[in-house]
């Protein structure tokens, strides 16, 4: 098993910059990819970027520009870096791990990003 805790979500305006963190504990040397997903309300969870253990990253077009994400292998520890935020960027977002991109099974229990004025 694996837990996942994110930290960091809050309020921020326009065009402002966020970190978000997760912290994995547990079977944490069965986690190959890790990755951010978000789900604004009223709209499906949608997969935001994905890193894989070696480093190779992937961005979904909606925010492809103004995130990176990152990992700390040793610590176990997940970072999105988010810049020039917009108020369509608010949601929750959700850190995920797992084997590979398509089983992403662990989730976390999301914090809240809200970009407003």
């Known amino acids: 098993q694996v837990q996942l805790v994110e930290s960091g979500g809050g309020l921020v305006q326009p065009g402002g910059s966020l970190t978000l963190s997760c912290a994995a504990s547990g079977s944490i040397s069965s986690i190959y990819v890790m990755g951010w997903y978000r789900q604004a309300p009223g ?3 949608a997969l935001v970027a994905t890193i894989t ?7 979904a077009d ?15 520890t997940l970072y999105l870096q988010m810049n020039t935020l917009k108020p369509d960027d608010t949601a929750v977002y959700y ?3 797992g ?3 398509y089983t992403l099974n ?10 407003s004025s």
Do not use: E, F
Not at 53 to 59: A, E
Not at 106 to 115: C, D, I, K, N
């Open 43 to 45: 709209k499906q969870r």
């Open 62 to 76: 909606s925010m492809k520009g103004r995130v990176t994400i990152s990992r700390d292998n040793a610590k176990g």
């Open 99 to 101: 084997p590979t991109v």
């Open 106 to 115: 662990y989730l976390g229990q999301g914090t809240q990003v809200t970009v």
């Open 95 to 97: 850190c995920a791990a």
């Open 53 to 59: 253990r070696g480093g190779t990253t992937n961005y």
